[in-house]
């Protein structure tokens, strides 16, 4: 029997709602698994159809933001009426957006890539790292004193969240986010990616400026 792939939004359709929501590019899960892919990282959001009676929906919103610390998980909720005090309570318990239950394809489509802008922005224009130290996004390269060192695009992703960011922890979560890793792939993805991107800059005296943070993430090391 063929293990089905995992998609990095899942659907969840609660008691209350009398049908999903428009999205065939999501996987439908029920609300329990939806908790613990969230948890994983293996999905970073969440379609959420509800009705009018959101209890349910509020407080599975509220468990799902206590489980993955309150910010990355992205939840975009569907209802019958959008201005109801049933919206009202989702925003509260952490909804990222709200659409109409009946909301084509396409306009969720286009709420899913402004939500994932947001959670993750993609890399554009230079990124300065340091001293005589730059990522070009144009280029996909490295820049150490004007000269350019390519890197792969994964490693590149990997190090422009980083560097975004310096001395702020990032999540597994959100790396996986970042370097766009399918959900169907190995836990340990970004745990190698961060080797790999250790490699690269361990020539240049870089290595060391990615940090592990035990049980939280890594981070872009501060220079003194």
């Not at 239950?101 to 396409?106: I, Y």
């Not at 970042?178 to 959900?183: R, S, V």
């Not at 991107?197 to 939280?216: D, F, I, N, S, Y």
Request: proline residues 8%; glycine residues 6%.
């Amino acid at each position: 029997m063929n293990t089905p792939i995992k998609h990095a939004v899942l659907s969840v359709r609660f008691a209350s709602s009398p049908v999903a929501c428009q999205d065939g590019n999501s996987q439908a899960v029920d609300p329990e698994e939806a908790l613990h892919r969230m948890q994983e990282g293996d999905a970073w959001a969440v379609l959420a159809a509800s009705g009018e009676d959101a209890r349910e929906l509020s407080n599975w919103l509220m468990r799902l933001r206590q489980r993955t610390g309150g910010w990355i998980a992205g939840v975009i909720v569907f209802l019958p009426d959008c201005a109801s005090p049933a919206a009202m309570a989702a925003l509260q318990a952490g909804a990222d957006a709200l659409l109409p239950l009946d909301s084509p394809p396409a306009l969720i489509r286009a709420q899913l890539a402004r939500l994932r802008s947001r959670i993750a922005p993609q890399p554009g224009g230079s990124l300065c790292l340091g001293p005589k130290l730059e990522l070009d996004a144009h280029a996909r390269c490295l820049r150490i004193q004007a000269q350019p060192h390519p890197l792969p695009e994964q490693q590149f992703h990997l190090l422009w969240s980083l560097g975004a960011r310096p001395g702020e922890v990032l999540s597994a979560q959100a790396l996986r986010l970042a370097m766009d890793i399918p959900a169907r792939a190995r836990a340990d993805t970004v745990h190698t990616a961060v080797a790999r991107l250790r490699r690269a800059l361990r020539p240049h005296g870089l290595h060391h400026q990615v940090q592990t943070v035990h049980g939280a993430g890594y981070r872009w090391a501060l220079q003194p």
